[in-house]
C-alpha cells in the first residue's frame, strides 16, 4: 500500500509545486493512517489544513481506497 500511496502523493506533489510548497511522505500505518509532512509555503499556511483534508487527503482516498486518514507531522 506505501508505493500505491507514493506513486499518489507524487501525482498531487506538481500541484503544490506551483505555489511554493511541497508535501513528503512520512510512514502508513496498517490501520489505513497516513503520515505526511508539508513543507515550503504549506508549511505554516493558514490554509494548510484545507489543502491537507480537502485536498491530499480526498485525492489519496480515491486513488488507494484503503487510506481511512491523512495526518500531518512535524
Do not use: H, W, Y
Not at 500500500?1 to 509545486?17: E, F, G
Not at 497516513?34 to 485525492?59: D, N
Amino acid at each position: 500500500m506505501k508505493d500505491r500511496v507514493q506513486k499518489a502523493i507524487n501525482q498531487i506533489r506538481p500541484n503544490l509545486q506551483a505555489d511554493g510548497g511541497d508535501v513528503e511522505l512520512v510512514d502508513v500505518a496498517e490501520d489505513g493512517v497516513v503520515k505526511v509532512r508539508l513543507t515550503g509555503a504549506c508549511r505554516g499556511c493558514p490554509m494548510s489544513q484545507v489543502t491537507l483534508k480537502m485536498g491530499i487527503e480526498k485525492f489519496l482516498k480515491k486513488e488507494v481506497p484503503e487510506v481511512k486518514e491523512v495526518l500531518s507531522v512535524a
